[in-house]
């Protein structure tokens, strides 16, 4: 995927942590976000909705999952960073969208309409978006069979056992739409 537009940052504005305040849980599993890792010169989004927030280490976090079959996977691996944006339900069909097809075989900018952004630190934002957290990557690790104390969940969510990877960054910005 490839960046097309640089608009300014002027459509958000910083919110400090300890302002921010939200249902993370529906934020994440109801409205879900569009994962986004890489550089101005290519990058690659997906749709998400498992992940949190918290707070670990002695920082504030966010983690979010990533099979290694997606094409956002190479992006998480090879950049030191990620972006979460949140949207309105007006531009659910983007979500759905970004959530059902491939950045190896469309372009998800060209075909959604979506306006990347790049912040001063070149985190991509979407002018769609209502609320976009960017984090540095911390930590990353592979979700492995033999770490469920559970199998039934396991086996109903990686009957193929194709698990995710799981990533924390350290959050390092929260904008909101003005």
């Not at 409205?31 to 707070?55: D, E």
């Not at 492995?144 to 559970?150: C, E, P």
């Amino acid at each position: 995927m490839r960046a097309r537009d640089r608009s300014p940052m002027a459509r958000f504005h910083g919110i400090p942590l300890e302002q921010f305040e939200t249902r993370i849980v529906s934020m994440i599993g109801n409205q879900w976000f569009l994962l986004t890792a890489g550089n101005a010169r290519q990058f690659n989004t997906m749709t998400c909705s498992w992940g949190g927030m918290g707070y670990l280490w002695n920082r504030p976090v966010c983690f979010v999952f990533v099979r290694p079959q997606r094409h956002t996977y190479t992006f998480m691996e090879s950049h030191a960073g990620f972006s979460m944006a949140f949207f309105d339900e007006t531009h659910r069909d983007i979500l759905t969208f970004c959530g059902s097809r491939s950045g190896r075989d469309v372009d998800k900018i060209h075909e959604t309409g979506l306006s990347p952004v790049f912040n001063d630190s070149g985190y991509i934002l979407y002018e769609q978006a209502v609320r976009v957290i960017t984090c540095r990557k911390i930590y990353a690790d592979d979700i492995r069979s033999g770490g469920f104390i559970a199998s039934a969940e396991r086996d109903a969510v990686y009957p193929e056992a194709d698990f995710h990877k799981l990533y924390i960054g350290e959050i390092q910005e929260i904008l909101e739409r003005s």
